[in-house]
């Protein structure tokens, strides 16, 4: 079935600089790759999205690229801000008629002084 | 801009009894989700619908019971709550299909005691 894997639960980082989140997957069918940003105590929100192999999407000063023979789709951002402080959530669109979201567990990114 | 409310923010339950909670979307999407998040595991998928008067079990959906009365409303019911549904629950919809952003609710922290 889909699956989606986020490799690091915990990323502590020093403001300014670079960070990049896995995110790798694993579906038969076309993928449809997600990025959310969780605030504490917030709802998710969506950061980014992307279908198109080997494109490039930006956000907010964060980015990242599918790349369909990796099964990949990691999350970049060249200077991290201390209000990057949040949970990542990579999630995959499932291939069934539900068109729910397969979250992986979630990167937390904490972002120091 | 998208909008989804949640009531309770939070609760208290006890063990066994009857929780109820309740979920508003002003976005005129026909899919709406319930989704529960424990720490290390993402969300995941308890109930969804994507038309009034019709549920569909998600991943989860053992203890749970959903009710779609309308387009705009959605809940989730806990017949018997147990220590093990201590979690925080998040609505969310969407337009379907799998490119479609999903809009979160704020999310009711539930805890069962």
């Known amino acids: 079935g889909d699956s989606v894997t986020q490799t690091e639960g915990l990323v502590t980082l020093t403001k300014g600089l670079p960070v990049m989140l896995n995110c790798t997957y694993q579906?038969?069918?076309?993928?449809?790759l997600f990025w959310y940003v969780q605030h504490l105590n917030e709802a998710p929100k969506l950061l980014l999205k992307?279908?198109?192999?080997?494109k490039r999407t930006e956000h907010q000063g964060f980015y990242a690229t599918l790349h369909k023979s990796s099964s990949s789709f990691h999350l970049q951002k060249s200077s991290v801000q201390l209000s990057d402080s949040a949970l990542y959530f990579c999630?995959?669109?499932?291939?069934?008629?539900?068109?729910?979201?397969?979250f992986g567990s979630g990167t937390q990114l904490t972002v120091m002084p | 801009e998208a909008a989804v409310t949640q009531s309770p923010r939070s609760k208290v339950a006890v063990t066994g009894g009857k929780v109820t909670l309740s979920c508003h979307q002003t976005?005129?999407?026909?899919?709406m989700y319930w989704y529960r998040q424990d720490t290390g595991h993402g969300l995941r998928l308890i109930h969804y619908?994507?038309?009034?008067?019709?549920?569909e079990k998600g991943d989860i959906p053992d203890g749970y019971k959903a009710s779609r009365p309308s387009q705009e409303n959605f809940s989730l019911i806990l017949e018997l709550a147990s220590l093990s549904q201590t979690a925080v629950y998040f609505c969310?919809?969407?337009?379907?299909?799998?490119?479609?952003?999903?809009?979160f609710g704020p999310g009711t922290r539930l805890t069962v005691l």
């Open positions: 992307s279908s198109t192999d080997n």
């Open positions: 969310a919809s969407s337009g379907g299909g799998a490119y479609a952003e999903q809009f």
């Open positions: 619908s994507y038309v009034a008067d019709s549920t």
């Open positions: 579906t038969t069918y076309s993928p449809f």
């Open positions: 976005n005129n999407h026909d899919y």
């Open positions: 999630a995959l669109s499932s291939s069934s008629g539900s068109w729910q979201l397969i």
